[in-house]
């Protein structure tokens, strides 16, 4: 009994054999064609990395010969730079912004944020500063800026702090001190606030209290 069952078992062992094996030739190509993918998407990814680097590197270099020229030569250098991603575009459009404020293209520049902003290929961030900017320089009054700023002095906005305090400067420009104060007052609470920033809030408190501690005393 014992050996009719052990025969059983290599027979079977053997038809196991024989079906893998017609198995391996008959999908061999799947087998080795999801090697190559394997293989092939790793090389592919790690030439990416090699070539995103080599670009930036590249963006890099011509971004640092265009800073080291004046304004002028600058913005003729930038609009010769050609990067090869979404982001360095929008980076390139930054820097050519404030060239052409330091030239006195101030309407040049805001046009150029203006389309900066409405760009939904850009990073939120490069979007938002360049909004934020073209309210900055915008010829609007003082109300409609203070309007178009609020948003940005928001918890969660990355330009929360430094809207705080033009919010608070043109509050002072509005004559109404209690409310610079109050902003002033939040913006030093900010624990992301940097040292100068600190520095020039403290300042303009002291400056602020004491002409309105007098007129209350009155």
Do not use: C, H
Not at 46 to 63: F, H, M, S, V
């Amino acid at each position: 009994m014992s050996d009719t069952d052990s025969f059983i078992e290599e027979v079977s062992e053997e038809v196991r054999r024989d079906r893998l094996f017609g198995l391996f030739r008959k999908y061999a190509w799947a087998a080795i064609l999801l090697v190559i993918l394997i293989v092939g998407g790793a090389a592919f990814n790690e030439y990416r990395k090699i070539t995103d680097q080599r670009n930036a590197a590249i963006l890099g270099d011509k971004l640092y010969e265009a800073l080291q020229a004046d304004s002028a030569i600058r913005l003729t250098l930038l609009n010769e730079i050609e990067p090869k991603k979404i982001d360095g575009i929008a980076l390139v459009d930054l820097i050519k912004v404030n060239t052409l404020i330091e030239l006195g293209s101030i309407n040049e520049a805001i046009e150029l944020l203006k389309d900066i902003s409405s760009n939904i290929e850009y990073n939120p961030m490069y979007r938002e500063l360049a909004d934020f900017k073209s309210i900055l320089l915008s010829d609007s009054s003082l109300q409609q800026k203070y309007e178009n700023l609020k948003s940005y002095t928001q918890p969660g906005s990355t330009l929360r702090l430094i809207a705080m305090e033009e919010v608070a400067l043109i509050q002072i420009q509005l004559k109404d001190f209690s409310e610079a104060i109050k902003t002033l007052d939040a913006l030093i609470q900010e624990p992301d606030i940097n040292r100068g920033q600190a520095t020039r809030a403290s300042d303009l408190l002291r400056t602020l209290r004491d002409p309105v501690s007098t007129n209350s005393s009155e």
